[in-house]
């Protein structure tokens, strides 16, 4: 039985735990203010919002309901657009109801529950953060100025919150309705989940994460698996330093990572390296094991991890071992771990204060898009030297590529514009690109060159007057 509150309604039901949580609300409790759109988690017609208990605090962030397991409801509270209802309109509603934010309805929805969620994140309320806040809904009907122009109002009477109460806030307010003041103690009443273990009555249990792509590539038989989630597991679950070591439970998301003080303190650029992964949504499901063994050649974190020399920790129930993350793609989807394998944690050594890190992507859309290619490097820095580099890239061959050649020429060289374009050169005969989609072989090619520069322009800006000096 899965058991979880839906809206205001107390849920149980025994539907397979992989039932997608879309399905569920429309087909089973008719709730069809939550649209079917895209069914791949880009369009936000489907959003609702998940709450859930964390460190003692009520939390919510916002999902996309057509990639989200039922499985994964549980013990949580889901909140569609008919959950946010009041006598009349509520504020947000009002907002987009003056500035004509809606014309044909059909994604309106969903910008409702995104920015419902952003009522209740306690974040700074200015008219950016605000628009941020649905940066995974489309509307192909108002050109969008409306939209702006009506959560900058709803930004606006946010600044008059204290944030030691978002909830009070919302309600008194007319964010949100009444019952939302008592969801903490219901939560807290609710039965606590069952927890598998990865072998059960003998058969192999599939883990799921936040699912944003298996239920893209396997929509059809998803619900019918045998599944295991990875959010349940408490030991899969968290970031923490020891040391100068980093260690990521296997059910970290992209979301948790920007949110992590351990992350923030190292890593002085991160919101604008996360700015170019997905939309918030997907940020909130999207694991980083899951990243990592779909084996997608331009996976973000995949790339990300590969320049931190990331180590995984595998485990198939029993026994553990290590394997670096440079030597886990031994080919297009095939991985060195076996098929009772999955990953249990993730670590990396912590940049140094002489350590820089730099992640660059470009895709077809400057953000919220799959990359045409993408690349990250780590270099530590003595006298103006390159003491150590790891070099990475992504789209520019049939798995995520560690750049061994190019790193190991990086070591020891002087910063200057002949080791850029000698380091460019090395990387070039390291990649093997194809035509697609995403561009040319060519146009690869050229973009990693560029991607590269851009790691020395932005790490170390008097590389910028060299070069543009050269041109």
């Known amino acids: 039985m899965v058991h979880f509150i839906l809206n205001d309604q107390e849920i149980n039901t025994s539907l397979p735990k992989g039932t997608l949580l879309l399905d569920f609300i429309r087909y089973q409790q008719r709730l069809t203010g939550t649209k079917i759109g895209c069914r791949e988690g880009d369009c936000g017609a489907c959003s609702v919002l998940v709450g859930e208990i964390k460190h003692g605090e009520l939390v919510y962030r916002s999902a996309t309901s057509c990639l989200m397991a039922i499985g994964n ?36 929805p969903g910008f409702m529950v ?9 974040k700074e309320a200015t008219p950016q953060t605000a628009v941020d806040a649905v940066n995974g809904n489309i ?10 122009r009506a959560t900058a109002k709803i ?116 919101a604008k390296h996360i700015r170019l992964v997905s939309s918030t949504p997907i940020r909130n499901m999207a694991t ?23 180590q995984l920790v595998l485990s198939d129930g029993t026994n553990s071992r290590e394997v670096p993350l440079q030597q886990f793609y031994k080919g297009y989807k095939k991985l060195a771990k076996t098929h009772e394998e999955y990953i249990e944690q993730i670590w990396f050594e912590l940049p140094a204060a002489n350590t820089m890190f730099n992640f660059e992507k470009v895709c077809k859309r400057t953000h919220l898009d799959i990359a ?40 020891g060289r002087e910063i200057n514009e002949r080791t850029i374009e000698e380091t460019i050169a090395i990387a070039k005969t390291e990649i093997s690109p194809i035509s697609d989609a995403r561009g040319t072989a060519t146009y690869k090619s050229f973009l990693l060159g560029q991607l590269i520069k851009a790691h020395f322009v932005t790490i170390f800006p008097a590389i910028k007057i060299q070069l543009l000096a050269s041109e």
């Open 114 to 122: 995104s920015l419902a969620g952003f009522t209740l994140s306690g």
């Open 288 to 310: 980083i094991a899951g990243n990592l063994v779909n084996a997608s050649p331009i996976g973000d974190f995949t790339i990300f991890f590969l320049a931190l020399n990331a």
């Open 73 to 108: 409801a549980r013990g949580k509270h889901i909140v569609t657009v008919e959950g946010t209802n009041v006598e009349g309109l509520n504020f947000i509603q009002q907002c987009f109801a003056e500035e004509g934010a809606t014309q044909c309805g059909f994604c309106t």
């Open 155 to 270: 930004a606006d009477k946010l600044s008059e919150r204290k944030l030691e109460d978002v909830i009070a806030f919302a309600v008194a307010n007319n964010f949100l309705p009444a019952y939302f003041i008592n969801i903490k103690e219901r939560l807290l009443q609710l039965d606590p989940p069952v927890i598998n273990t990865p072998k059960q009555n003998g058969s192999l249990l599939k883990f799921l994460g936040g699912g944003t792509d298996l239920y893209v590539q396997q929509h059809d038989t998803m619900h019918e698996e045998e599944i295991d989630f990875m959010f349940d597991k408490s030991e899969l679950n968290g970031i923490k330093q020891a040391g100068n070591k980093c260690y990521l439970g296997a059910a970290v998301t992209v979301t948790d990572i920007l949110e992590s003080p351990v992350f923030q303190d190292h890593f002085p650029n991160l």
């Open 372 to 411: 045409s290619v993408n690349s990250a490097v780590s270099l530590q820095i003595e006298n103006d030297k390159i003491v150590t580099a790891y070099l990475s890239a992504g789209g520019v061959g049939p798995v995520p590529a560690y750049l061994s050649k190019a790193s190991a020429f990086l070591h």
């Open 139 to 148: 509307c192909r009907c108002t050109g969008y100025k409306s939209i702006e």
